[in-house]
């Protein structure tokens, strides 16, 4: 008899041999697609600005991937797109979404070299998990996807920077009240330093990282393909080689970052807490706006993204079960 | 050996002669040079009102309290480019603005330099106490700043072309800066060693906290004020 069968008839035994057979559970009601990039960060830590860097940076990547396409999924995004590019166009910083109900990103990605086409599927809204406002889980929360935590450690409060296990521990602990074993589906979690111009203390190795972002500033030129000779030496990502090789560098910085972070108490817990619930962490660092020059809501030079793609490549990574990261 | 001709500007703040570029500015323009052009200036523009504007973006810190995460209160920020170029005509002739070829030159050139003792260079001879108190305390506070930065401290970064404040310079394409700041100061991954000035918006009509100005004297003529040698 096996296990089921086990439970089933002792069941029945249970009730005198009358069959209590519970009615099925509805089949869910068809709705829009779970995000496939979780967004988990406190009001305040970057996150429009994140995302609207990513966005933007995304749609002009056939730069560096001449058979890529990117392309919205409905109109609402189409329109949010549009308003990016206003943004970007004319330095304007996003408002704050801490009373708003966000917004949802809907796009196809397609020739993305070794992964292939995907549909990227983000929220721009408060975070239910680790902001501070009174907003309740949604329902589609994407817990089976790869969660981003953006992280600005500038912005963060000599207690905050105290407790970071602790608040990593209130996203596991949210995460497991709705029934996803940490052992069985061990959460991928990109930790993604955000806002790092602002960081003095910062490793000279990382803030070269940052400044030295070709793919970034070749996206950033409105010189279309002059940008190659612009930023002086070839781009990287044209090939699988480049790709390749580009994503050994990712995983260096990764292992820098955590070294770095391992150096604060509460960084070297955060790390073994989160070996201890099997997540699969990762760490990238980035600039949405490249420099804090802004005044009453605007930058007061050109957008200038640093690093931004690093954690959607880290998602990418974390999903494929094909390819596999081999560093060295 | 190479040998830097010292001299001073009209409010006793040093300028070493950099290459064939003429005297530059040791530091970005401060504070206290700037209120002595308006103690004495008879423009309108420059009142009370227009100094308390200019502090509530950088304020002010006494030189005795100058230290690692403050230093930049000490310089003359927020200014418009046609008030640095008042300052600069106040000053006398042969003061301006440099392009943004000299100060990358100037940069390159001090790059290349080792970090010098500032009495072994002479800018403090002369100095009035309080002038004194700020070059010597800023140097410090610096240093301290640039080692939690890791960076490896060159004769550029003794005159803040480095972790000072974005510095107006004049190109072809109008008013633009070079610099990077310390972090705390503005967020920035600015990289003036590339050479690549920076275009701020609206750049003669809005004011920007971490915007300030240094001088380049080039003329030659000796009445502008004393010169002194040091070496460098």
């Given at each position: 008899?096996?296990?089921?069968d086990?439970?089933?008839h002792?069941?029945?035994?249970?009730?005198?041999?009358?069959?209590?057979?519970?009615?099925?559970?509805?089949?869910?009601?068809?709705?829009?697609?779970?995000?496939?990039?979780?967004i988990f960060?406190r009001?305040?830590?970057?996150?429009?600005?994140?995302?609207?860097?990513?966005?933007?940076?995304?749609?002009?990547?056939?730069?560096?991937?001449?058979?890529?396409?990117?392309?919205?999924?409905?109109?609402?995004?189409?329109?949010?797109?549009?308003?990016?590019?206003?943004?970007?166009?004319?330095g304007?910083?996003?408002?704050?979404?801490i009373?708003?109900?966000?917004?949802?990103?809907?796009?196809?990605?397609?020739?993305l070299?070794?992964?292939?086409?995907?549909?990227l599927?983000?929220?721009?809204r408060?975070?239910?998990?680790?902001?501070?406002?009174q907003?309740?889980?949604?329902?589609?929360?994407?817990?089976?996807?790869?969660?981003?935590?953006?992280?600005?450690?500038a912005?963060?409060?000599?207690?905050?920077?105290?407790i970071?296990?602790?608040?990593?521990?209130?996203?596991?602990r949210?995460r497991?009240?709705?029934?996803?074993?940490?052992a069985?589906?061990?959460?991928?979690?990109?930790?993604?330093?955000?806002?790092a111009?602002?960081?003095?203390?910062?490793?000279?190795?990382?803030?070269?990282?940052?400044?030295?972002?070709?793919?970034?500033?070749?996206?950033s030129?409105?010189?279309?393909?002059?940008?190659?000779?612009?930023?002086?030496?070839?781009?990287?990502?044209?090939?699988?080689?480049a790709?390749?090789?580009?994503?050994?560098?990712?995983?260096?910085?990764?292992?820098?970052?955590?070294?770095?972070?391992?150096?604060?108490?509460?960084?070297q817990?955060?790390?073994?807490?989160?070996?201890?619930?099997?997540v699969?962490?990762?760490?990238?660092?980035?600039?949405?706006?490249?420099?804090?020059?802004s005044?009453?809501?605007?930058?007061?030079?050109?957008?200038?993204?640093?690093?931004?793609?690093?954690?959607?490549f880290?998602?990418?990574?974390?999903?494929?079960?094909?390819?596999h990261?081999?560093?060295? | 050996?190479t040998?830097?001709?010292?001299?001073s500007d009209?409010?006793?703040?040093?300028?070493?002669?950099?290459?064939s570029?003429?005297?530059?500015?040791?530091?970005?323009?401060t504070?206290?040079?700037?209120?002595?052009?308006?103690?004495?200036a008879?423009?309108?523009?420059?009142?009370?009102?227009?100094?308390?504007?200019?502090l509530?973006?950088?304020?002010r810190?006494?030189?005795a309290?100058?230290?690692?995460?403050?230093?930049?209160?000490?310089l003359?920020?927020?200014?418009?480019?046609?008030?640095?170029?008042?300052?600069?005509?106040?000053?006398?002739?042969?003061y301006r603005?440099?392009?943004?070829?000299?100060?990358n030159?100037?940069c390159?050139?001090?790059?290349?330099?080792?970090?010098?003792?500032?009495?072994?260079?002479?800018i403090?001879?002369?100095?009035?106490?309080?002038?004194?108190?700020?070059?010597?305390?800023s140097?410090?506070?610096?240093?301290?700043?640039?080692?939690r930065m890791?960076?490896?401290?060159?004769?550029?970064?003794?005159?803040?072309m480095?972790l000072?404040?974005?510095?107006?310079?004049?190109?072809?394409?109008?008013?633009?800066?070079?610099?990077?700041?310390?972090?705390?100061?503005?967020?920035?991954?600015?990289?003036?060693?590339?050479g690549?000035?920076?275009?701020?918006?609206?750049?003669?009509?809005?004011?920007?906290a971490?915007?300030?100005?240094?001088?380049?004297?080039?003329?030659?003529?000796?009445?502008?004020?004393p010169?002194?040698?040091?070496?460098?």
């Open positions: 008899m096996g296990l089921f086990w439970l089933r002792g069941r029945e035994q249970q009730n005198g041999g009358i069959t209590i057979e519970p009615p099925p559970p509805p089949l869910p009601p068809p709705g829009p697609l779970p995000p496939s990039l979780e960060s009001s305040g830590h970057g996150r429009s600005s994140f995302l609207m860097a990513l966005l933007f940076q995304l749609r002009r990547l056939n730069l560096v991937w001449p058979n890529y396409l990117c392309w919205p999924q409905d109109e609402l995004t189409e329109a949010a797109l549009k308003q990016i590019h206003e943004h970007v166009h004319h304007r910083l996003p408002v704050s979404t009373d708003s109900e966000g917004t949802r990103y809907d796009l196809l990605l397609q020739g070299e070794r992964w292939g086409r995907r549909r599927v983000v929220w721009d408060p975070d239910p998990v680790l902001s501070q406002s907003t309740t889980l949604p329902q589609d929360l994407g817990w089976q996807a790869t969660a981003c935590w953006l992280l600005s450690l912005d963060l409060s000599a207690v905050d920077l105290q970071l296990d602790m608040t990593f521990d209130d996203l596991m949210a497991r009240r709705t029934g996803h074993d940490s069985s589906q061990p959460l991928r979690l990109v930790v993604v330093l955000t806002k111009d602002a960081l003095p203390d910062l490793p000279l190795t990382l803030r070269r990282y940052l400044k030295e972002d070709n793919i970034s500033m070749a996206l030129a409105n010189d279309g393909l002059l940008a190659e000779s612009k930023v002086g030496s070839p781009l990287l990502l044209r090939s699988p080689d790709l390749q090789q580009y994503l050994i560098g990712l995983w260096r910085v990764h292992e820098e970052i955590q070294r770095w972070m391992e150096t604060m108490l509460s960084g817990m955060l790390v073994h807490r989160a070996r201890e619930h099997h699969e962490l990762r760490f990238a660092i980035v600039s949405a706006t490249g420099s804090g020059l005044t009453e809501g605007l930058l007061q030079i050109p957008w200038s993204p640093r690093r931004v793609l690093d954690p959607l880290w998602a990418l990574e974390l999903d494929s079960s094909v390819l990261l081999r560093p060295y | 050996m040998f830097l001709e010292v001299r009209p409010t006793g703040f040093p300028m070493l002669r950099v290459g570029f003429g005297y530059l500015h040791w530091l970005p323009v504070k206290i040079q700037f209120e002595h052009f308006l103690c004495d008879r423009d309108r523009a420059f009142d009370a009102q227009w100094y308390k504007e200019i509530a973006l950088n304020p810190v006494a030189p309290k100058i230290s690692w995460n403050n230093y930049w209160h000490a003359m920020t927020g200014v418009l480019p046609a008030e640095a170029q008042r300052f600069a005509f106040w000053c006398g002739d042969g603005l440099p392009t943004a070829e000299e100060w030159g100037a390159l050139a001090l790059r290349n330099e080792p970090v010098r003792d500032l009495h072994e260079l002479g403090l001879r002369d100095l009035s106490p309080r002038a004194r108190d700020l070059v010597i305390r140097e410090a506070a610096a240093e301290l700043a640039a080692s890791g960076y490896e401290r060159r004769l550029a970064d003794q005159f803040l480095r000072g404040v974005l510095e107006w310079v004049t190109t072809e394409s109008g008013w633009q800066a070079l610099g990077e700041p310390f972090p705390s100061f503005v967020g920035n991954l600015f990289a003036p060693e590339t690549s000035p920076i275009s701020p918006r609206q750049s003669n009509e809005r004011r920007l971490p915007l300030g100005f240094r001088l380049l004297y080039v003329n030659d003529s000796k009445d502008a004020g010169t002194s040698e040091g070496r460098v």
